[in-house]
């Protein structure tokens, strides 16, 4: 069984930092696109940022020069640094994969629990 379990989240103040990290585990052939989605109190579930398993790298444009994501593959890990944060950044941030656990599966999209992250004074 293959999952994604997230960390780092937390209550910080506006102007603060955080690193949230994913971790891949199980039965894992091969992990494609990962990325970091959140979803607000009331609001559906936006793209955050995505990274390819060469590390290319796509934002949101209200996340961009704020956030940083990055990949080790060798951990299959991404994590998200998140500077500069404002009270509307507040939201559950989830974890999502392209998971392949042999050569002759098609990747299946998996998604974390999700992290709370709270920007407030």
């Known amino acids: 069984q293959v999952q994604l379990v997230e960390s780092g989240g937390g209550l910080v103040q506006p102007g603060g930092s955080l690193r949230l990290s994913c971790a891949a585990s199980g039965s894992i052939f091969d992990i494609g696109l990962m990325g970091w989605y959140r979803q607000a109190p009331g609001k559906q579930r936006e793209l955050v940022a995505r990274i390819s398993s060469t590390s290319n790298t796509e934002y949101a444009d209200s996340m961009k020069g704020r956030f940083a994501i990055s990949r080790d593959n060798a951990k299959n890990t991404i994590y998200l640094q998140m500077n500069g944060l404002k009270p509307e950044d507040t939201a559950v941030y989830f974890c999502?994969?392209?998971?392949?656990?042999?050569?002759?599966?098609?990747?299946?999209?998996?998604w974390g629990q999700g992290t709370l992250v709270t920007v407030s004074l």
């Open positions: 999502n994969a392209y998971i392949a656990v042999t050569s002759r599966n098609m990747y299946r999209e998996v």
